[in-house]
Nanobody, 127 residues
Framework: VQLQASGGGLVQAGGSLRLSCAAS????????LGWFRQAPGKEREFVAA????????YYPESVKGRFTISTNNAKNTVYLQMNSLKPEDTAVYFC?????????????????????WGQGTLVTVSS
């Protein structure tokens, strides 16, 4: 599976951005697709995930209600709609896919469970 993220940019606090992750290759093997972010000097952080089988979505408390993950009907693009952005949302955002068929949603927030990664896209939120 190959992933390509896009859509990052500079936005003012309170604004919105939509990131896209284009998936190609054996997308039928995907179990979950997630978004992670990494700010300078910090560890990679889980942002959102979508389970491929039933399109269930998962979020940490830090973004719940502000971010929405979704996919198109063809399930070859995953979006991350980010609203009410805050300066602390500034980071490089990565999309990743897991093909571990037995992966429980309990572990969707663990970046080590994902085996395919796209290049990052930078999101900068100014105050």
């Amino acid at each position: 599976v190959q992933l390509q993220a896009s859509g990052g940019g500079l936005v003012q606090a309170g604004g919105s951005l939509r990131l896209s992750c284009a998936a190609s290759g054996r997308t039928s093997s995907i179990v979950a697709l997630g978004w992670f972010r990494q700010a300078p000097g910090k560890e990679r952080e889980f942002v959102a995930a979508i389970r491929w089988s039933d399109i269930s979505t998962y979020y940490p408390e830090s973004v719940k209600g502000r971010f929405t993950i979704s996919t198109n009907n063809a399930k070859n693009t995953v979006y991350l709609q980010m609203n009410s952005l805050k300066p602390e949302d500034t980071a490089v955002y990565f999309c990743a896919a897991s093909r571990t068929y037995y992966l429980s949603s309990y572990y969707f927030d663990r970046h080590t469970e994902y085996d395919s990664w796209g290049q990052g896209t930078l999101v900068t939120v100014s105050s």
